[in-house]
Structures are given as structure tokens and as C-alpha cells.
């Protein structure tokens, strides 16, 4: 996990160092950076969500763990979705920007959690195969 959030801070810093590099030569304006803060803000949440409840669901039964897991999905789309209706409605950003930058970074997290679910569940089935 440590090596996935990693990654995840990395890919939010370096979005947000180039963010600051094109702000400064008058490429982005600064509603875009405050766009990319909600939605790396928003994004980084859900991650940390999946992470928590997938850490919490992986060492119970198969049945618990597909329960944990399809409730996780339903959970984090909810959150998502109310975080992304509060901030569109009620926050004077670029909504553009905004909705632009949330996917660009949301399906960036996705791949770190499928490569990570991934390997550990293939190293959990080495030892329960073995």
C-alpha cells in the first residue's frame, strides 16, 4: 500500500508542479490550479477510502470480501458524487477544469488500485494455494 500511495502523491504533485510551471509562464489561470486542488482533494479521498476498506476486507471469508467490496464501489461512487455536486454548485471554480482534471486524476488512481488489488490477491492465493 505504502508503494501505491506513493505513486498516488506522486502523480498529485506532479500534476500540481506542472500546474505551477504553466501558471507562472500565463499559460493556467489560478481558477484552474483551485479546480485541480478540489478535484486531486476529492479524488485522493476516494483512494484512501478504497485503500482503508480494502486493507479492512482482504484477510476475511470470500463472501465477506465481495460484500465489503461491491459496498466499497456503491460507497466511494456516493461520496464521489455528492463531493462533486457540492463542489460544482456551491464553489466558484472553473467547472471545466474541474470535471476535466477529477477524471484525468480519478481513472490515474483507478489503475493504482487494480494493480494493486491485483497483487495482492494473487499473493494471498499463493498462500492459501500452498
Not at 23 to 50: H, K, M, P, Q
Not at 60 to 81: C, D, E, H, Q, W
Amino acid at each position: 500500500m505504502k508503494k501505491n500511495s506513493l505513486y498516488a502523491v506522486g502523480v498529485l504533485l506532479l500534476g500540481l508542479i506542472a500546474l505551477l510551471i504553466l501558471r507562472d509562464e500565463g499559460i493556467v489561470s489560478s481558477e484552474i490550479l483551485t479546480a485541480y486542488y478540489y478535484g486531486a482533494g476529492l479524488n485522493l479521498i476516494n483512494f484512501l477510502i478504497a485503500f482503508g476498506l480494502f486493507a479492512y476486507s482482504v484477510d476475511k471469508s470470500t463472501n465477506a470480501f465481495i460484500k465489503i467490496t461491491l459496498f466499497s464501489i456503491v460507497f466511494r461512487i456516493g461520496i464521489l458524487l455528492i463531493g462533486v455536486i457540492i463542489i460544482i454548485k456551491l464553489l466558484n471554480i472553473d467547472k471545466t477544469a474541474f470535471i476535466f482534471t477529477f477524471f484525468i486524476i480519478y481513472f490515474i488512481f483507478l489503475l493504482f488500485e487494480i494493480v494493486y488489488y491485483k497483487h495482492r490477491l494473487t499473493q494471498k492465493s499463493k498462500y492459501v494455494n500452498s
